[in-house]
């Protein structure tokens, strides 16, 4: 049976998601036996449709990269259109929601809000907002497993790279005592190229502005906030400890000059923006910093925007997993991969 998805939001994440399922449709159904069927989407700046036998997806993005507007979409019998976001949650027959709106980090708004919706509604949803995880994860997960919906947000820490999934189903038995990171390209890319070539931050900043590694305002980044609440995010879903963004100390990277990475370099050692959470004690101390990491530890060797990320486990010891942080593909594919699961989730309880 195929499964309906309504996407509230439509940027390049979104569109990416749509684009994965339009050109692996095929694949897809003879491989995982999964088909899905956009039937809605609402973007408060792009507009809203709504058709209950799904929308064409070659026809939504022609229409949006002609138009702008999703509402230019064909009309035909049975399409609707001019819903806002809490509407196309509740009214349409959609599975799933796909939440990928622009979001206030500070607040986690309005996704939490959609989230909440969705899940009074019956509904799952699946999502690459960090705010609401973050900020609202006890309180979510508990309406989530009341109405017994499924709340996916894999793409919330690394994107498509299985940050989440893989200790949890991988690494279950072990008591994870350390998660140790590099989640962020952007302070990354800053510091690598500092090495590498001898500029400024300011230089190594402008450069991964240009490349599109950096926003016109990188303050989320290079302050370590968004690391910040990837580090929360962690801590509740892996560890299943209760932190919140107020715990963790935070500093950033603004500060680090080129001597210090000189003299971290004669020292054998390399700067990297680190996120940390670790049990001591019985208490759980987080925080996101600078430190300088000696050349044999296996985050000093990744370079550029890559992302990685180092559990310390009772049973197996040290193990890291590295790749993608960003990307609309790999954003997108994180989606996917929460969609795939519900559905093996669904063929499981029919068992």
Known sequence: MAHKLAFIGFGVVGQGLAEILRDKKDALKHEE???????????????????????????????????????????????????????????????????????????????????????ESGKNVVMTNKGPVALAYKELSEIANKHDVYWGFEGTVMSGTPALRMPVVTLAGNDITEIRGILNGTTNYILTKMEAEGVSYERALNEAQELGFAEADPTSDVE????????????????????????????????????????AKA?????????????????VIASIAPEKVKVTDP??????????????????????????????????????????NIDRERQLAKI
């Open 33 to 119: 036996g999964f088909e899905g069927v956009i039937v809605a989407i609402s973007d408060l700046m792009k507009g809203s449709i709504y058709h209950p036998n799904g929308l064409d997806i070659n026809t939504v993005l022609q229409v949006l990269k002609e138009t702008g507007s999703l509402e230019n979409y064909p009309k035909t019998p049975g399409l609707v259109t001019g819903w806002d976001s809490l509407k196309t949650i509740r009214e349409t027959n959609a599975d799933t929601i796909i939440e990928v709106s622009y979001t206030d980090v500070n607040t986690g708004q309005p996704a939490i809000n959609h989230c909440k919706t969705a899940f």
């Open 224 to 263: 370590g906030f968004d690391a910040r609440y990837k580090i929360v995010i962690l801590a509740n879903y892996v560890m299943n400890v209760p932190l919140t963004v107020a715990e963790v100390s935070c500093k950033g990277i603004t500060d680090i000059t080129l001597k210090e990475i000189e003299e």
């Open 267 to 283: 020292e054998g050692k390399r700067w990297k923006l680190l996120a940390k959470v670790r049990k001591e004690d019985g208490e």
């Open 299 to 340: 985050l000093a060797s990744i370079n550029g925007a890559t992302n990685a990320i180092t559990y310390e486990c009772d049973l197996l010891g040290t193990v890291t997993l590295s790749g993608a942080g960003a990307g609309k593909v790999e954003t997108g594919f994180s989606l996917l991969i929460d969609l795939i």
